[in-house]
């Protein structure tokens, strides 16, 4: 069984093409800005047999086209990983392109079998600097560093998404920190510059919990100009969603 914690169909943000995207239970991270607060513990959600999934899939094949397909996301879809492969296999087998969304900062035999049967991995990457996503997380982003490159050594495309929070993430310094660390990877497809938003402020309110970036503003149309142009001296296609 799988906990899925709700879908969107037609998405056109989490992967290429229009996508089945099915958002799971469970994430080790504690982002401060994380817009799914009730997907981080594992109760919740639903129970599902894997072939509802599968048949949900197929029975939105057509709308795919030849670029769309299915994304996991979360919470952190890699914490059940496990889980997921049997299901990733019979998407492959029916034709379905699959891609995962995940920070990257679950390592284990399951994980890697995963990563490796996916097309497409969007690799959340919060901070480049140790302690300011410590800052932002409450976890290390060193394991998250290991699978960029784990992806890289296996020649797998992956695409790198970037919230800029303004004051956590925006800094010159990171971005370029970041450019120097992962420009030269020929295995990333595309730069993913996602601004910071407050949609999931909401969810804080009816679960009980302080959202800690109250003070924190939506970012400018400059502010997100200036890190795609920075992001630009390193990566040949960068995207500002």
């Known amino acids: 069984m799988i906990q899925v914690h709700s879908y969107e169909s037609m998405g056109t943000f989490d992967g290429p093409g229009l996508r089945l995207v099915v958002f799971l239970q469970g994430c080790p991270f ?15 959600g639903k129970a599902t047999p894997m072939q509802e999934i599968l048949d949900m899939a197929v029975s939105q094949k057509a709308f795919f086209g030849k670029r769309g397909g299915v994304t996991f996301s979360g919470g952190e879809p890699t914490v059940q990983a496990e889980e997921l492969i049997p299901l990733v296999k019979a ?3 029916h034709g379905i392109h699959t891609c995962l969304d995940s920070n990257g900062g679950v390592w ?14 969007l690799l959340d990457i919060k901070q480049i600097d140790p302690e300011r996503h410590l800052t932002l997380t409450s976890r290390s982003n060193e ?7 784990w992806l890289e050594e296996h020649n797998h495309p992956f695409w790198v ?3 800029l929070v303004p004051g956590y993430s925006d800094a010159e310094e990171d971005i370029r920190t970041l450019g120097k660390r992962l420009g ?51 990566f040949p296609t960068v995207v500002v969603n």
């Open 184 to 234: 030269a990877y020929r295995n990333i497809e595309r730069v993913e510059v996602l601004p910071y938003h407050r949609l999931g402020v909401h969810k804080y309110e009816a679960m009980g919990w302080e959202y800690k970036l109250e003070e924190v503003r939506e970012n400018s149309p400059e502010q997100l100009k200036r890190a795609e142009a920075l992001f630009k001296e390193y």
């Open 161 to 163: 998404r970037y919230v």
């Open 30 to 44: 504690r982002c401060l800005y994380c817009a799914n607060p009730d997907t981080i513990e594992m109760k919740g």
């Open 143 to 149: 394991q998250t560093l290991r699978t960029a490159a």
């Open 108 to 121: 284990n035999k399951h994980v890697e079998e995963l990563l490796s049967l996916v097309d497409l991995v």
């Open 91 to 93: 998407l492959k087998a």
